[in-house]
T-cell receptor, first 115, second 114 residues
Framework: AQSVTQPDIHITVSEGASLELRCNYSYGATPYLFWYVQSPGQGLQLLLKYFSGDTLVQGIKGFEAEFKRSQSSFNLRKPSVHWSDAAEYFCAVGLGLSGTYKYIFGTGTRLKVLA | EPEVTQTPSHQVTQMGQEVILRCVPISNHLYFYWYRQILGQKVEFLVSFYNNEISEKSEIFDDQFSVERPDGSNFTLKIRSTKLEDSAMYFC????????????FGPGTRLTVL
């Protein structure tokens, strides 16, 4: 069955440090891949997406992610974290079935930023 | 920038009562979705809707759930007889002309069943 794994439930980094959030997926073909961010009490905001083409994609707020087919991974990175980046981050896979796409989400990684 | 809106932001109901959660998708979108997130857990797909009918539904979406697009702008999720385990954040999403287009999520409705 299709699945998305985010192995890190919690990550703590210092402000200004670099960040990498891991995401692995299980799917027979190349899926559509997404990263969303959820601030406390808020909805899901799209950070970036990969459909095809260049495997390094740029998103909002200085985030980027790299699709690695050989590793079935789509890790999210940011070179310098800001205190406002503290939130929960969800990786998702878009699966096309029956003419529409549903998203399968990972369990999320909660990011804490130390001042 | 267009956005998906949802009302109410928080709904408290008694077990066994019916609730209707409302969503206004982005105006030119054609594909609509409901997801839910039980507190502390991941976001789960409930149902997708296109051309006035359900395209796909998950195992969670049983006979107690229904969706409707009553007019050209609203998209609703009805839970006929709520259970304690229905307590969750419910997210509406919509996507554009292509089924594979990015889904844009609303801010969610927190449903609390007592």
């Amino acid at each position: 069955a299709q699945s998305v794994t985010q192995p890190d439930i919690h990550i703590t980094v210092s402000e200004g440090a670099s960040l990498e959030l891991r995401c692995n997926y299980s799917y027979g073909a190349t899926p559509y891949l997404f990263w969303y961010v959820q601030s406390p009490g808020q909805g899901l905001q799209l950070l970036l997406k990969y459909f095809s083409g260049d495997t390094l994609v740029q998103g909002i707020k200085g985030f980027e992610a790299e699709f690695k087919r050989s590793q079935s991974s789509f890790n999210l990175r940011k070179p310098s974290v800001h205190w406002s980046d503290a939130a929960e981050y969800f990786c998702a896979v878009g699966l096309g079935l029956s003419g529409t796409y549903k998203y399968i989400f990972g369990t999320g990684t909660r990011l804490k930023v130390l001042a | 920038e267009p956005e998906v809106t949802q009302t109410p932001s928080h709904q408290v109901t008694q077990m066994g009562q019916e609730v209707i959660l409302r969503c206004v998708p982005i105006s030119n979108h054609l594909y609509f979705y409901w997801y839910r997130q039980i507190l502390g857990q991941k976001v789960e797909f409930l149902v997708s809707f296109y051309n006035n009918e359900i395209s796909e539904k998950s195992e969670i979406f049983d006979d107690q759930f229904s969706v409707e697009r009553p007019d050209g702008s609203n998209f609703t999720l009805k839970i006929r007889s709520t259970k304690l385990e229905d307590s969750a954040m419910y997210f509406c999403a919509s996507s554009g002309e292509g089924a594979a287009d990015t889904q844009y999520f609303g801010p969610g409705t927190r449903l609390t069943v007592l």
